[in-house]
């Protein structure tokens, strides 16, 4: 057995009341293999006495699961600043009522990400949980430089202050929604640094009040920078949707931005190719002018699910320009099906 083997059974132990691993939370300072004996050192940054003690314990147990592995000498450490507050502790209280929290992401712009969020998420509110209940869905847009949810959405207004610096989130359509589009003025450009991305992202977290929700979507910036690993490291993701169109540009520059959800622990539920073909109204046809098939092989080298193409609809562009996203306003718009089936995929991913 190597160390490596060991990181990767590691991989398999969430920090408790977490969807996130130790390893991804960059808790573990030494793992080591000496013969049959495990080595482990954990570094923790705990105000519950009894945290120390159920990691150490979850880690004994998985370690000892695997045959290779007879004894083990596992040390949990609480140390100060070992772990940024913002991830473990601190205003977690906004986020303990949301089950399950997805990143929408691409690798470039312009391939309709935003509005895939916005119609994804109102599509999830449509629809009934196994109790029966309409499912309740938040969306934070991410996209501080280029904050369109707002629009896409319907939204206006300031969110109103419900607390000691806790906002309220804006609704519509039954989505709950922040975003920077909702705290500036439409024509006040954001012109910031990493340090203010993170800490508006970790904002957006942790100083709103979210309330119940079974899915939180988050709307990223395109690329890999400062908002895509802020945000892997203040949230528990439960996953990322990757989003391109057909073209190779933007498929190969979709595998390298998924590229980094790998390398933060963060599992692909799946590709969208949007934009995938626009149907002849008359015969249906199917013209395919971004060339055909680039989701799917982004799939095929990722290793996670197709989730469905979203062809190019009118409809869908008009239902961005005016606030009303085309899963609600049609819902048999033939791009709104394919939404409503991904969304479905997601679900039962997911469950």
Same mark, same amino acid.
């Given at each position: ?19 996130r ?11 080591? #293999?000496?013969?049959? *004996? ?14 120390? +003690? ?7 147990? +998985? ?7 007879? *004894?083990t ?5 609480v140390k100060?600043n070992?772990?940024? %507050? ?5 205003g977690?209280?906004?986020?303990s009522?949301?089950k399950?929290?997805i990143?929408?992401?691409?690798g ?10 916005v ?8 629809m009934?949980?196994? *109790? ?12 501080? !430089? ?13 969110p ?7 906002? +309220? ?28 991305i993170?800490?508006? #992202? ?9 309330g119940e929700?079974? !899915? ?51 599992p692909?539920?799946g ?7 626009l +149907? ?16 799917a092989?982004t799939?095929v %080298? ?9 062809p ?8 961005g ?11 048999? *718009?033939?791009? %709104? ?11 039962? #991913?997911?469950?």
């Amino acid at each position: 057995m190597s160390d490596d083997k060991i990181l990767n059974i590691l991989k398999k132990v969430n920090y408790p009341g977490f969807s996130r691993d130790l390893v991804s939370f960059g808790l573990i300072q030494r793992a080591e #293999i000496v013969g049959k *004996n495990a080595k482990v050192l954990i570094e923790v940054s705990a105000s519950d006495e009894s945290l120390p +003690a159920k990691i150490k314990n979850d880690v004994e147990k +998985a370690l000892l699961a695997d045959d290779a592995i007879e *004894n083990t000498e596992v040390t949990v450490q609480v140390k100060s600043n070992s772990v940024p %507050s913002s991830n473990i502790h601190s205003g977690n209280e906004n986020l303990s009522g949301i089950k399950r929290i997805i990143a929408v992401a691409s690798g470039k712009g312009g391939v309709g990400k935003s509005t895939l969020s916005v119609n994804l998420a109102c599509a999830l509110a449509r629809m009934k949980d196994s *109790n029966g209940e309409s499912i309740k869905v938040g969306l934070m847009d991410c996209d501080l !430089y280029g904050p369109s949810v707002p629009l896409l959405i319907g939204a206006s207004g300031r969110p109103e202050i419900v607390g000691d610096n806790i906002l +309220a989130p804006v609704e519509s359509y039954a989505v709950k929604s922040i975003s920077m589009g909702l705290l500036i003025d439409e024509e006040s450009p954001v012109v910031w640094r990493g340090p203010m991305i993170m800490k508006t #992202i970790q904002q957006f977290a942790h100083n709103v009040m979210w309330g119940e929700l079974d !899915y939180l979507l988050i709307d990223l910036p395109p690329g890999t920078g400062d908002a895509q690993l802020s945000l892997a490291q203040i949230l528990p993701l439960d996953g990322a949707i990757v989003v391109t169109t057909p073209q190779k540009a933007a498929v190969d520059v979709a595998r390298r931005g998924a590229r980094m959800f790998e390398k933060v622990n963060v599992p692909i539920l799946g590709v969208v190719e949007n934009m995938s073909f626009l +149907a002849d109204e008359i015969n249906g046809e199917k013209n395919y002018l971004f060339g055909q098939g680039g989701g799917a092989a982004t799939a095929v %080298s990722l290793n996670c699910p197709f989730l469905g193409e979203i062809p190019l609809h009118e409809e869908v562009r008009l239902g961005g320009d005016h606030g009303t996203p085309v899963v609600v306003t049609n819902p048999d *718009n033939i791009s %709104s099906k394919v939404i409503f089936e991904i969304a479905n995929k997601i679900t039962e #991913i997911l469950s």
